[in-house]
């Protein structure tokens, strides 16, 4: 797992609200779609982000994170880890504060890339185990 603790809670804690699920898809089956509804839950703006673009959640979907018209404070993404890193400076390059790989998205190099252009990174690790571990979270 890459991201202490302190890194964890900063993401979730103070780097914004606004959350966008790359892999978020209307399958209820999909980890994405239980994830993005905790993040909901605990006052997180998700924004779905999927080839199909659907509306998930009450949230409309887009196709890309190059297709969000607004800012996106943290890219949170449920894709293979071979197609991770690609993801991961599509972050950087809209301007993302932290890239979130969930549990078994491992990919050190887009790790290392990730850090070195000043985003905050967690890897390996899930926000729907972590946010419920902090107790009360502003929203």
């Given amino acids: 797992m890459e991201g202490d603790q302190d890194t964890v809670r900063r993401i979730l804690t103070e780097l914004g609200d606004t959350w966008a699920v790359v892999g978020l898809s209307s399958n209820r089956r999909r980890a994405a779609y239980g994830v993005a509804e905790v993040l909901q839950r ?43 890193g690609e993801v991961a400076d599509e972050a950087a390059a809209i301007g993302a504060e932290a890239v979130w790989f969930q549990l078994g998205v491992i990919d050190e190099a887009a790790y290392e890339r990730t850090r070195a252009a000043g985003l905050e990174m967690v890897m390996d690790r899930c926000p729907a185990i972590e946010i419920p571990r902090l107790g009360p979270v502003r929203g």
């Fill in 42 to 84: 605990f006052g997180k703006r998700i924004v779905p982000v999927h080839p199909e673009a659907e509306t998930v959640h009450g949230e409309q979907g887009y196709a890309s994170l190059a297709d969000i018209p607004f800012e996106v404070d943290v890219v949170d993404v449920f894709v293979r880890s071979d197609l991770a």
